[in-house]
């Protein structure tokens, strides 16, 4: 194993700054559905860069990041335009600017003005060289440092100092554009802000992971960090650690794996984008709040609580016909579920031994018929829904009703005592009763 040098930590250090940097950003662009941005601000900036070289003759200094930066936002200002505008939609406006920009970049490129004078190396355009930084000379105001560390740690900096001073401002317009403009924050100059701090640190990334990768340090911690939470402040934090993560990890991956497969070495933005996507993988599936499996989990759980809700309603209307036969599986459900519901409803007591209703087992029965049956009386009265169209909305909302809900239901319907068909809404069960007794003509066929 290839031991930790100086040159190491300057490769992290360089790669956790460039996904820090684009946490910002990057939130924002999700929340707004438009995380593509990056990557159409990436291709955008090169007939900016080409603008400025003929402009300096220089393929160094300031003046090609001005000219990349100023690229980036006319290419954001454009498609907000012809979104707004030209009501055409956002990813289609997004695809037309950054595409015509590209091919401009490449047609002065190509043209005898610049072409002799430049000489690209995709490798380093395209992925980036962030093992080329700890080469990089220091800066004059931050000894020690190479520049491309100090100057992604201002532009950090920056973004910092803009969140603090704008989030609220940010929070509103991302998720409610209206209420934006109704406080009076300009939706659109804080968008157009939004885009130039997106470009800003595209430009300033794209010497450590190039103008491809970048899209990586602008999504992927941010969708992992989705994963976890909803709240906005827990997601800037979260996707904070993912950056690291990936950026040590990823370097990581690019000493050890190669090695272990034979091969000498591999790009390290590569491999710390790679770690990000395999990090999303892994909260996809295993996150608490937006996982796959928890969800699956959740699904199941809630298969589980209708089946035992239907079973005890099932009885519960057995015992109103004074038919008290114990339960039984149902020809259209899981077994392995039916029978899951079967034990749970005898271990929480709601069942006895023989599958028939407990007094605890009657009296959820008859929670679950009382808002099956309000439901049916509200909707026939509120909505004028056929009678033979009631069962089947009120089997489900009977599922989602609390007892709170319920009993606001019944005091909008006035405290009924029968559903249109005129059935008996239980009442006197929830107080300790337990007779289910109907008069003659109400022992007919059952909801």
């Known amino acids: 194993m290839t031991a930790w040098t100086a040159t190491d930590f300057w490769i992290v250090i360089a790669g956790a700054l460039a996904g820090l940097t684009c946490v910002i950003p990057g939130t924002f662009l999700l929340l707004r559905r438009m995380s593509m941005m990056g990557d159409a601000i990436s291709h955008a900036v090169l007939p900016g860069i080409a603008i400025a070289f003929v402009i300096s003759q220089s393929r160094g200094g300031p003046a090609l990041l001005l000219g990349a930066v100023l690229a980036g936002v006319l290419s954001a200002a454009l498609t907000q335009l012809l979104h707004s505008r030209a009501d055409v939609e956002e990813g289609a406006s997004m695809g037309v600017v950054f595409t015509l920009m590209f091919a401009a970049g490449l047609l002065i490129l190509d043209s005898p003005l610049v072409g002799k004078h430049v000489d690209l190396d995709l490798d380093c355009v395209l992925f980036g060289a962030v093992e080329l930084v700890p080469l990089e000379a220091p800066t004059a105001w931050l000894p020690g440092v190479p520049a491309p560390v100090a100057r992604l740690g201002v532009v950090l900096l920056l973004n910092l100092a803009l969140l603090f001073l704008l989030y609220k401002e940010w929070k509103i317009s991302s998720f409610d554009p209206a209420l934006s403009d109704a406080l009076g924050f300009s939706?659109?100059?804080?968008?157009?802000?939004?885009?130039?701090?997106?470009?800003?640190?595209?430009?300033?990334?794209?010497?450590?992971?190039?103008?491809?990768?970048?899209?990586?340090?602008l999504i992927v911690p941010v969708a992992c960090a989705r994963m976890f939470t909803d709240r906005l402040s827990s997601t800037l934090l979260l996707a904070a650690v993912f950056s690291i993560a990936a950026a040590v990890l990823g370097h990581a991956a690019a000493l050890i794996v190669p090695q272990a497969l034979g091969f000498a070495d591999t790009s390290s933005a590569g491999a710390m984008a790679a770690v990000g996507g395999l990090l999303f993988f892994l909260s996809a599936f295993l996150a608490p709040r937006h996982g796959l499996i928890r969800k699956a989990l959740h699904r199941r759980h809630l298969a589980l609580r209708t089946i035992e809700e239907d079973l005890l309603g099932t009885l519960y209307r057995q015992a109103e016909l004074d038919d008290p036969r114990p339960a039984a599986a149902a020809p259209d459900l899981p077994g392995g579920l039916q029978r899951l519901a079967l034990r749970n409803l005898i271990r929480r007591g709601h069942l006895a031994p023989d599958r028939t209703l407990t007094h605890r087992g009657f009296r959820a029965g008859a929670e679950l018929l009382r808002s099956h049956r309000l439901w049916e009386e509200w909707l026939h009265e509120k909505t004028a829904t056929a009678l033979d169209h009631l069962h089947m909305p009120a089997e489900a909302l009977e599922h989602i009703t609390d007892p709170a809900l319920r009993e606001r239901l019944a005091e909008d319907l006035g405290q009924p005592r029968r559903d249109p068909t005129g059935r008996r809404i239980p009442r006197e069960e929830l107080e300790g009763g337990e007779t289910v007794s109907l008069p003659p003509e109400q022992t007919g066929k059952q909801n």
């Open 187 to 217: 939706t659109s100059k804080l968008h157009l802000l939004l885009m130039t701090v997106t470009a800003v640190t595209a430009v300033y990334c794209f010497e450590i992971v190039g103008s491809i990768l970048v899209i990586a340090m």
